[in-house]
């Protein structure tokens, strides 16, 4: 089956560091998977981060990128310097165009320090 | 837009006893999604309407568990006789305009 793995939490940096969440995805049963990044702030619902459809491309938001990979099938969350903000869980997932059936990894905690 | 409702947000059950989670999608979305969130599994898909109608439900339990979506507004998952492996965070989701939408889940907790 599909399958989706991510750097194993949790993962603390300083403010203005950088950061990267790898992801590695495994897709049988999708030919051409959609890849997402979704956070979860503390206190809030899961909300898409960003969103990529087509391989090569990057996807941006809120000073996060990530390049969908199909190489490597990989799809990597970077952030060049990172705010207390973005204490979250991040989650790493794939899904197919037609159905938005999502599967996801475990999650990485990020703490940011002040 | 008060985005996907679920209710409760906690819910507390005796082992045997049956749970109903209910979910309210985003207004005018078609497909609406049920996922389980547990320490163990992760975040797991259970099943999937689409203008109503079930579409895939390869992940439901094939026990006990049972999903319904009478109308447009309303989704409800319901786990007859309840038991301890059940307690989890279930997370509604909603689709529309091309990206799917999460509730804030209803903690289930089985004692």
């Known amino acids: 089956g599909d399958s989706v793995t991510q750097t194993e939490g949790p993962v603390t940096v300083s403010e203005s560091e950088s950061l990267i969440i790898n992801c590695t995805y495994s897709a049988t049963s999708i030919a051409y998977p959609n890849l997402f990044w979704y956070v979860r702030y503390p206190g809030e619902g899961l909300q898409l981060l960003l969103k990529?459809?087509?391989?090569?491309q990057k996807g941006s938001s809120r000073g996060f990128e990530a390049t969908y990979n199909k190489e490597t099938t990989s799809f990597h969350l970077q952030k060049a310097s990172v705010q207390e903000s973005d204490s979250a869980v991040y989650y790493c997932?794939?899904?197919?165009?037609?159905?938005?059936?999502?599967?996801f990894g475990d999650g990485t905690v990020l703490t940011v320090k002040p | 837009n008060a985005g996907v409702i679920q209710t409760p947000r906690h819910k507390v059950t005796g082992k045997g006893q049956e749970a109903t989670l209910w979910c309210e999608p985003i207004?005018?979305?078609?497909?609406v999604f049920w996922y389980r969130q547990t320490i163990v599994q992760g975040l797991e898909f259970l099943t999937y309407f689409r203008n109503q109608a079930p579409i895939d439900d390869s992940g439901m339990p094939k026990e006990r568990f049972s999903a319904q979506m009478p109308n447009q507004s309303h989704s409800t998952l319901k786990i007859q006789s309840t038991q301890p492996q059940d307690s989890a965070v279930y997370l509604c989701a909603s689709k529309g305009q091309g990206k799917v939408f999460f509730g804030k889940g209803t903690r289930l907790t089985v004692v």
């Open positions: 997932a794939l899904g197919a165009t037609n159905t938005g059936k999502l599967t």
């Open positions: 207004s005018g979305h078609s497909a």
């Open positions: 990529v459809i087509t391989a090569g």
